[in-house]
């Protein structure tokens, strides 16, 4: 079993509608959630934080970790093309490495 | 733009040959991340770098190594490459005094294809 498993997709969705990204983990010592966006040939650039268990929003996005059932979320409300791109989840555990685990990413179109 | 830059970005080699990725790091940071992503792996952690020591360790092949320079300006070298080498390496920075859950900054990142 990985350690951070995510639906690879690809999601395709008409604009406006509200998408739902999730992944779920096995180690529990993560204790810092991260959402990624990566755009064809670019870098990951970080879109949310999360320290713990919560929620936390960003104008449009919605970030949301559930650490009792090691699931974390990620909402886009009114979704719009420019936010076609691959989504990764990314984690690090608690003391000690600083590594990110990523989930594979979940590629997601927003048709006009 | 991340501010971290990395070159070249694309590299095209053979088999068996010997390549050199560059990264320069955010100004200010002191913690440099190497990753590989490819598409089977998705993205995963090859090694990281502290004010020119290394920290930490994940999958790398005992056929890459990296380093980090006084000018914190780091480099990873991949030898007698292989085929299933081909993959996007990206380098990431962030600024390493926190002890913990620091946000990574990464670059653009180089395409490599091993033919």
């Known amino acids: 079993q990985k350690e951070v498993e995510q639906d690879p997709g690809p999601l395709s969705v008409p604009e406006g509608a509200i998408v739902s990204l999730n992944c779920t983990y096995s180690?529990?010592?993560?204790?810092?959630f991260m959402w990624y966006r990566q755009y064809s040939r670019k870098g990951p650039e970080l879109l949310m934080y999360?320290?713990?268990?919560g929620n936390k929003e960003d104008g449009r996005f919605t970030a949301q970790v559930d650490k009792s059932s090691k699931y974390i979320s990620l909402f886009i409300r009114d979704s719009q093309p420019s936010d076609s791109a691959t989504y990764l989840c990314?984690?690090?555990?608690?003391?000690?490495?600083?590594?990110?685990?990523f989930g594979k990413g979940t590629k997601l179109t927003v048709n006009p | 733009d991340s501010g971290v830059t990395q070159t070249p970005k694309h590299l095209i080699t053979a088999t068996g040959q010997r390549v050199t990725l560059r990264c320069s790091p955010r100004?200010?940071?002191?913690?440099v991340y190497w990753y590989q992503q490819s598409l089977d792996q998705g993205l995963q952690f090859l090694i990281q770098?502290?004010?020119?020591?290394?920290?930490a360790k994940g999958n790398i092949l005992e056929r890459f190594s990296a380093q980090q320079f006084p000018d914190l300006h780091s480099e990873l070298n991949l030898s007698s490459l292989e085929l299933g080498d081909s993959a996007l390496y990206f380098c990431?920075?962030?600024?390493?005094?926190?002890?913990?859950?620091?946000?990574?900054?990464f670059g653009p990142g180089t395409r490599l294809l091993v033919l």
């Open positions: 180690n529990s010592a993560f204790q810092y």
């Open positions: 100004s200010g940071d002191l913690s």
């Open positions: 999360t320290y713990s268990s």
């Open positions: 770098y502290y004010n020119g020591e290394e920290r």
């Open positions: 990314a984690m690090i555990p608690q003391g000690g490495s600083e590594k990110l685990v």
């Open positions: 990431a920075s962030s600024v390493g005094r926190t002890g913990g859950g620091e946000t990574q900054y």
